[in-house]
């Protein structure tokens, strides 16, 4: 039987529009629109679209950096929220929980208090929960700086003083400090030069292996999520269309939407045989998404029951699944 740290059922965040000399609710940014799914233990999930598909928004409301308006999470079998069932943890609870989830976001540069000093930021999450005060608590920051390649006298400088590749491993350190169980990647490498990507990418497996780490990694580098994801959700309006695993995904993809997407990948060599499949048409708005399949205006595939009826999501072979009427 899988084993998942954790699972997501039916996963909505809607943002409220407001218009009129007297605001009211006019209508409904869908941003994430009813996903599902589950992160095995110790593996590495990765969360692929278009920007402005929902990604960073889904990482944030499992976390409940924001408010979801729908659905449910549970984290090793303990209900987070269920907006349905009116659960969800206290402060009290929640709070504790944050050691267990942490997350790292795409510029470390804005992440950073640029008035603190690195031992300090590295060391705040220890002293928030009273694990290390005073010098036990820098002194495991240095250890931590370390481990992830920093050099441990760093902890008296300021964040301005380092590269965007040191930042981003100063927030890994941070992240690392309460000893999570899960981590949130948002676009981790995104600000990075291709070569520091390739380290940053290789320190996140080694902590990965060292602490037993289960990732979330959202990315829209497919190049870098085929090597190093064990598990593919593709996004499209707020909407999964397809999941399946790194290998079968990338070997056999289903829906025109990832098809496309994978056509885009750069060569790996000049004799390779690829062709581009171009997308017409501009991406709809979230706060009015089309009738019937949400990727119907830009298919080259859409049939007439596309423009009417949104298709359910489908259950192929090996774990596989697609959210179109061609299957």
């Known amino acids: 039987m899988v084993e998942y740290l954790l699972e997501v059922k039916q996963l909505k965040m809607h943002f409220p529009i407001y218009s009129g000399i007297i605001p009211r609710v006019t209508g409904h940014i869908k941003a994430v629109d009813g996903i599902s799914f589950g992160i095995e233990r110790g593996s590495i999930f990765g969360l692929v679209g278009e920007s402005g598909c929902g ?56 992440c950073l208090d640029p008035r603190m000093r690195i031992g300090d930021i590295v ?60 981590l949130v990647a948002d676009e981790p490498i995104a600000a990075l030069d291709v070569s520091i990507q390739a380290q940053v990418l290789t320190l996140m497996r080694d902590l990965k292996e060292r602490f037993n780490l289960t990732y979330l990694f959202i990315s829209h580098d497919l190049g870098v999520v085929k090597y190093f994801c064990d598990r593919v959700g593709v996004m499209y309006l707020g909407c999964f269309v397809e999941q ?46 089309p009738k019937g399949c949400k990727f119907h205006p830009r298919c080259s595939k859409a049939m007439a029951e596309c423009r009417e009826i949104e298709p359910a999501v489908k259950e192929m072979a090996g774990g596989h699944s697609v959210r179109c009427h061609l299957y």
């Not at 009273?130 to 481990?147: F, Q, S």
């Not at 964040?159 to 690392?176: C, D, K, N, V, Y």
């Open 55 to 110: 990604k960073s928004t889904t990482g944030r409301a499992i976390l409940r950096l924001l408010k979801p308006s729908s659905g449910s999470v549970r984290f090793e079998g303990k209900t987070i929220f269920d907006i349905e069932g009116r659960k969800a943890m206290g402060r009290g609870e929640l709070r504790a929980l944050r050691r267990d989830m942490q997350i790292v976001f795409q510029d470390p540069g804005t």
């Open 244 to 289: 399946a695993t790194s290998g079968e995904l990338f070997s056999n993809p289903l829906h025109p939407y990832t098809q496309s997407l994978l056509s885009a990948i750069p060569k790996s060599t000049p004799d390779e045989q690829k062709s581009r499949i171009i997308l017409k048409g501009e991406i709809p708005s979230p706060s009015h998404p």
């Open 123 to 182: 060391s705040e999450g220890l002293k928030e929960h009273k694990i290390a005060l005073g010098k036990v608590a820098l002194d495991r920051a240095r250890d931590l700086l370390e481990l992830c390649g920093m050099e441990g006298d760093c902890i008296g400088k300021f964040p301005h003083e380092f590269s965007g590749g040191q930042r981003q491993r100063i927030a890994l350190a941070r992240a690392l400090a309460l000893k999570p169980k899960f």
